[in-house]
């Protein structure tokens, strides 16, 4: 994958975020697509390595489309300035969805690397579930927030929205109750891209993901929201 060419269309594009410019650079859309979807086809070969669940992505629809949904924003810019990619088990679903644990990254135009792992921002029915079970499974959730590589990598939970009083139905002093007060499962780190080397991309992400892994395997023990009923 070639970084230079992929943030100089990325910052071209932030600067001219429009249907006509983006027509006359779509040949360079496409390679670069073509190129991303390459990483990302490889990235799920080497994540099943420690993940076999993920072998069975379909890497195109991994991929998230650049054109933006206007239909809701006050924001009519039409395209992303990013190149992104949600890995998982089905290949479809976005973590907000609630399809369960993902692994996902992105480029932008400011040159950075920027990926997570877990659920960001899962639907109610999903996060009470995700809740409940580490009500239910204090050792084994406990064990997670121990996971040496996890914390060393990642440091805490990502904690936008936490609540600052116990949910509905938890009671104040149940263990874990500081974990049990987020809306995010999901570990997240940013670092800058040396547009020199590409093999860092595919490196940095896998070690990453790897590092992650428990907090994937543990939310895998959670059923998916068709299975829990509040």
């Keep these: 994958m070639h970084i230079r060419d992929l943030i100089q269309f990325l910052t071209e594009l932030s600067e001219n975020n429009n249907r006509a410019w983006f027509a006359m650079n779509r040949p360079r859309y496409d390679i670069l697509r073509g190129e991303f979807l390459a990483l990302v086809s490889s990235l799920i070969t080497e994540i099943a390595v420690f993940d076999p669940l993920v072998a069975a992505c379909d890497p195109k629809k991994a991929l998230f489309r650049i054109n933006r949904d206007m239909r809701f924003s006050k924001d009519k810019k039409p395209y992303k300035t990013t190149f992104s990619a949600s890995i998982l088990p089905n290949g479809r679903k976005k973590p907000s969805e609630g399809g369960g644990p993902v692994y ?80 995010n499962f999901f570990v997240w780190k940013g670092t800058e891209l040396n547009r020199d080397a590409p093999e860092e991309v595919t490196a940095t992400l896998l070690t990453g993901f790897r590092d992650a892994y428990a907090l994937v395997a543990w939310l895998r023990t959670v059923a998916l929201p068709e299975q829990c009923p509040v």
Aim: no cysteine.
């Design 104 to 183: 996902y990254f992105m480029i932008n135009a400011a040159a950075q690397l920027q990926f997570g792992v877990g659920e960001y921002a899962p639907p109610p029915l999903r996060l009470r579930a995700i809740r409940k079970q580490i009500a239910a499974d204090t050792p084994g959730f406990g064990k997670l927030l121990k996971e040496r590589k996890l914390r060393a990598t990642f440091g805490s939970f990502y904690e936008e929205g936490k609540l600052s009083r116990p949910p509905k139905g938890f009671a104040a002093d149940l263990p874990h109750i500081e974990q049990i007060k987020l809306k």
